[in-house]
């Protein structure tokens, strides 16, 4: 059976370009409107994976997101955002939403996303042989809310090669969604200490240092 992807967006010409754009790659495309729209989809359809816009009227991504946690933790889901901030990006990670698409996004962004999250569900410890696989392998944890579990994947992808960054930058989050915003700056650090270019880090460590009640900016995995 085709693997059904829900596209949640208040949008419309988001709706269809996404549809569009995920059609041909065989997935069965369903779209909602709003949250309420797309809480019936899932309970109607047996939904892969949901592309979820986080600000929307009446319900907001994040309540759908919530529901969707509880009443049907098997649907992996990427947010689809321009309005990502720290607080939202914590929530989504503690309900299992480990990948963020920010508007506007390209089409081939979209598709590799898509298909990188649904080949993610099929990898397990004897396929993640490489620093790349780890990675994967802990996202998987992450999307299941199993973050115990996702640190493991993370320090062999940091034994494998720590002059990597990509790995450091993880560990931070896992730290920041545990409630160590201290450590989870030390890793950040020690991704730029790997790479001083690493965007994501940079961003990562700039959102986490400015005081509290400011808006920090997206976090950035």
Known sequence: MKTQVLVVDDEPHIRLTLTEALAPLGYHVLSASDGAAALRALEEHPVGLMLLDLRMPDMDGMEVLRRAALEHPDTRVAILTAHGSVANALEAMRLGAVDFLQK??????VRAVVRRMLDRETLNEERATDYEGQIELAKKFIGRRDFSAAREPVLK????????PEAYNLLGVLEEIAGHRSLGQDQYRMALAADATYRPAQQNLARSTQPPGTDRGPMRW
């Open 157 to 164: 992808a940091i034994a494998r090669d720590s002059r990597r």
């Open 104 to 109: 506007p996004v390209a089409l081939a962004q």
